[in-house]
C-alpha cells in the first residue's frame, strides 16, 4: 500500500473540509424545505410522520446511489436526516401552537 505524502493528505483533508460546507449548505437549503412542508402540515392538520413519504426518500437516494458509498451506509445517513427533519417540524409546530 503506497503511503501519502504529507502534502497529499493536507490536501484531501482540505477537499473534504470543502465537502462538508456543501453538504451543510444542502443540509441547511433541505431544512428550509422541510420547514415549509411542516407548515402546509400544520395548516392541514397533518402528522409529521409519514412512513410512506420516507420509503420514497429511501428508494429515490438507493436507486441514485452509484457509490463507493454502500446503499445500506447511504440508507443509515439518510435515516439521521429524516430524523433531524422530523424533529425540525415538530419543534416547529410546536412554536406555531404556542403563538396562537
Known sequence: MSELHPDELE???TRIDALDR????????????????????QERRLGVYEPKREDQVYANIL?????????????????RIIDEMRTV?????????KKC
Open 11 to 13: 490536501t484531501c483533508r
Open 89 to 97: 417540524q415538530r419543534n416547529n409546530m410546536e412554536v406555531g401552537k
Open 22 to 41: 456543501r453538504l451543510l449548505d444542502l443540509l441547511n437549503e433541505r431544512t428550509a424545505i422541510v420547514e415549509q412542508i411542516g407548515r402546509i402540515k
Open 63 to 79: 436507486t441514485h446511489n452509484r457509490g463507493p458509498l454502500p446503499a445500506d451506509a447511504a440508507k443509515r445517513i439518510f435515516e
